[in-house]
């Protein structure tokens, strides 16, 4: 399957998520790891971005994912309207996504 042409990759909210390298460990973006190239993939609740509800992990908008991607890229977006919670995008070759990370669940990675 060839990858997807940069305007037809959908754009998806990914919320309640992990990011990991190709052995399972979790891992901080700021890492270098997707810079260097290396295998880095993520789980989470992908949902559409007409969802109704992006950042509530249990709304039924959505689907689990397992070990997706690769990440391509990563970049941050900027925050939400209160100010404290990071938007951040990710990139794989299939599809771009923009995932919200929620204050407490960052507090638990960070």
């Known amino acids: 399957m060839e990858d997807a042409e940069e305007g ?3 754009t998806v909210y990914l919320t309640d998520f992990s ?3 190709e052995l399972g460990h ?3 973006l700021a890492s270098g790891l997707v ?18 509800s992006p950042d509530d992990p249990d709304d039924a908008q959505g689907a689990r994912v397992v070990r997706a991607g690769r990440i391509a ?6 925050y939400n309207n209160e ?6 995008g990710i ?4 599809a771009g996504r923009c995932r919200s990370v929620s204050k407490e669940r960052e507090q638990e990675i960070f």
Do not use: C
């Not at 890229?73 to 900027?78: A, D, E, H, L, Y």
């Not at 100010?83 to 951040?88: F, H, L, R, S, V």
């Open 26 to 28: 979790l891992i901080d």
């Open 83 to 88: 100010g404290e919670t990071p938007t951040i």
């Open 35 to 52: 810079e260097n190239y290396e295998l880095t993939f993520f789980s989470g609740m992908v949902k559409p971005a007409s969802a109704d």
């Open 73 to 78: 890229q990563w970049w941050v977006t900027g």
């Open 19 to 21: 990011i990991f390298d």
């Open 91 to 94: 990139s794989t070759d299939r």
């Open 8 to 10: 037809d990759r959908p």
